[in-house]
């Protein structure tokens, strides 16, 4: 094995540090301390994220490092990858106190920890999970890129170069919309383990490129370009209902009474959200992020290769028991309002189907 295997702890450590130095916002949370109060958060996500993705083309463009390099050696990164995100599930579970009635196996896997922060809160655990997880998946989406345009130097395929531009969008946003992700789903209900801790040290940055990853090598399937439009329509029309639904709910989580997309947010006692995009379904963000996923899956332009489509069946299968599992925390947190609230929105996550 060669010393490839280390190079994701080398991204890891320069992504941690950058975390560290680099200017950032320091912004409240939906989530509060055991006194009451907000917990609170250094945001520069976006800063680090193009400051590490511009030295590793620096170090590329040198010479020091092949452009597609973590391509070729993607197996010794992803075996790096996972032994570190092994090491850091060990030590946030076995630092922190036993979750009463919980087997270890469990708290290995959910957590024990629900918001661990460290170095007096100038770094908070899940935002940095997500910050090297988006981080190391853009490294190797632009290697494996750049291995297809190697390969296939004389007619590289136009889709490649969409699924690059759409996955790099998605990552960019994401960070650029940090703050609102404070009060999303993770960071409020689950704890770190080894489902968040190993998920982003390897799953995140290595199966979300999965359709890179099995189509690299393939050659330009000919499509026309009308139907690469179609799948950008598709996949910007996904993100509008993904990240317009979380806007909205941060925005009502903030400030009830401020108006959302020129409209006056219209909620069950103050608490649950009825119309805008919470009014289509009970998770609309989730049907965007299957509708992104299909449309990355698709531009690629293999649809016969089972590969790209790993991704989407991924989300299918982490957001329906997700819904089911939110529905349960809703219904006890809201309980009789949250009955109402079902019957005037009969969906749960596709309008008029599911």
Not at 118 to 145: H, P, T
Not at 154 to 177: I, K, M, N, R, T
Not at 218 to 229: E, F, G, N, T, V
Not at 296 to 306: E, M, Q, R
Request: charged share 15%; with cysteine; hydrophobic share 50%.
């Amino acid at each position: 094995m060669s010393f490839a295997v280390t190079w994701p702890a080398v991204v890891y450590a320069l992504v941690f540090a950058l975390h560290l130095v680099l200017p950032a916002r320091h912004v409240e949370g939906y989530v509060r301390d055991a006194g009451g109060k907000p917990l609170r958060y250094r945001l520069n996500g976006l800063l680090v994220f193009l400051a590490t993705v511009g030295a590793w083309a620096l170090v590329c463009r040198a010479g020091w490092l092949e452009w597609d390099a973590f391509f070729v050696h993607r197996w010794e990164l992803a075996a790096g990858a996972c032994v570190l995100g092994l090491l850091f599930t060990l030590f946030v579970v076995l630092r922190a106190p036993r979750v009463p009635g919980w087997s270890f196996g469990k708290e290995l896997y959910l957590g024990r920890a629900e918001q661990p922060q460290w170095l007096d809160a100038r770094v908070d655990a899940k935002m940095f999970l997500y910050l090297i997880g988006a981080v190391m998946l853009e490294l190797n989406l632009l290697s494996f890129g750049a291995h297809h345009l190697k390969v296939q130097a004389a007619a590289p395929s136009p889709g490649v170069y969409l699924y690059l531009a759409l996955f790099s969008f998605f990552l960019v946003e994401y960070l650029f919309f940090e703050r609102v992700h404070l009060y999303t789903y993770d960071f409020v209900a689950e704890r770190v383990g080894f489902k968040l801790g190993w998920g982003c040290f390897v799953f995140y940055p290595f199966f979300y490129a999965v359709g890179l990853w099995t189509t690299a090598e393939l050659p330009d399937p000919r499509w026309p370009a009308w139907a690469y439009a179609l799948i950008a329509v598709m996949f910007f029309g996904g993100w509008a209902l993904a990240r317009g639904a979380n806007l909205q709910k941060y925005w009502f989580k903030r400030d009830p009474t401020k108006k959302h997309f020129g409209i006056s947010p219209e909620a069950l006692d103050g608490r649950v959200l009825v119309n805008g995009f919470w009014g289509l379904s009970r998770h609309i963000n989730y049907l965007g992020e299957l509708l992104m996923s299909s449309a990355l899956a698709l531009s690629l332009g293999h649809p016969g290769v089972v590969g790209p489509w790993l991704y989407p069946l991924y989300y299918l299968a982490l957001l329906v028991p997700r819904q089911l599992d939110d529905d349960r925390r809703c219904a006890q947190k809201y309980g009789a309002l949250w009955d109402t609230y079902r019957a005037r929105v009969r969906w749960r996550i596709i309008p008029f189907i599911y």
